[in-house]
């Protein structure tokens, strides 16, 4: 069976398309500088398939590092998931989400080539398609302005992956365009785990819930939407992964550029989000309304048709199995993986 090598996965989205891959038969390596992530994520993936992943603690931007993996290692494919993600934080450093993202794209591709390596996914985003285009997104619209750096590093390497299959027609490459990943493996081992105050809508109401955090602002609710506040394609991150697994498949046969929507196709707003939380696992999320965060649009989903047609994959888990395993993750890791390093 084929090897893929997953830069960047001992993250949140790398350690559940790990479990995906393994489960599915494929061998896989993984390397990470662990700049917001923890070893023990991996551990835990091995855990709980039983096999084993060869773990790097490596910075991908590093050539040299990466040429003694590829070197050790007979990589059939790479999934990239090695970036800085945070938007607001993007906004304040530019330079070190452009260096961080962009170098280590650059640094793959040429290690890549060096060794004969023609098969990449990239952990690509829904923000690429800016706020002009109508929704649902569909892959064929053009990408649009992005908001933010972190949302530009997305577009530009994009671009960069659509340069160098132009210019080497062996080269296949997917570029899927997530949605919003929330949830975790339902064993509740592995999940999202972020450092400080977390960003995201999930990991804030589960921190609520288990009263590390004593309430929830919801960034506005004067939004054009039924409830007032902004609708997004949720997307469980099993199901996220699997469609990676799909997507290995895929880009081990083919050859171009294919960029593919990861979403569901139906949107929740907040609030329906924090009444679901609240039904499916009987605790009560304290929220007050606060003002619009910059940047945010009323409401965004994907047309999820390709995935389905291309990859044959379709997300099959419900906003129920999102919440509950969300919390099933946070209850048993209060401190997320910290209490185990
Ligand atoms: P994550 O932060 O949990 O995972 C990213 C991993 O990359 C981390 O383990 C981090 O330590 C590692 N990393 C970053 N820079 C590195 C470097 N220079 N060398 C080695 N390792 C490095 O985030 P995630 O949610 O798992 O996201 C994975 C990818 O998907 C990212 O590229 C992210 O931008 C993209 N994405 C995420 C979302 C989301 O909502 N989670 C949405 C769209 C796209
Ligand atoms: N929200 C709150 N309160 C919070 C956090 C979030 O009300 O404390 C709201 C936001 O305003 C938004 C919704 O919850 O309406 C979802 O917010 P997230 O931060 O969880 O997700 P975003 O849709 O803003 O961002 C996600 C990814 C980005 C990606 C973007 C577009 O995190 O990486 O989708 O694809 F760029």
Known sequence: MATVFLAGGAGYIGSHTAVELLEAGYEVIAADNFCNSSPESVRRAEQITGK????Y?????????????FQENRIDAVIHFAGLKAVGESAEKPLLYYRNNIDTTLSLLETMQQFGVKHVIFSSSATVYGSENPIPYTETMRRGVCSNPYGWTKAMTEQILEDAAKADPSLSVVLLRYFNPIGAHPSGMIGEDP??????????ITQVAVGKRECLTVFGNDYPTPDGTCRRDYIHVTDLAKGHV???DYVLQH???EAVNLGTGTPYSVLEIVEAFE???GVKIAYRFGPRRAGDIPEFYANADKARELLHWTAEKTLDDMCRDAW???KQNPNGFRDSE
């Open 279 to 281: 039904r499916v696992n």
């Open 246 to 248: 799909k997507a290995t």
């Open 328 to 330: 099933n993750w946070q």
């Open 255 to 257: 050859t171009g550029v």
């Open 195 to 204: 450092c400080g105050i977390p960003n995201n809508l999930m990991p804030y």
């Open 52 to 55: 084993t992943i060869r773990l």
């Open 57 to 69: 603690d490596a910075d991908i931007r590093d050539t040299r590092r990466l040429a003694g993996i």
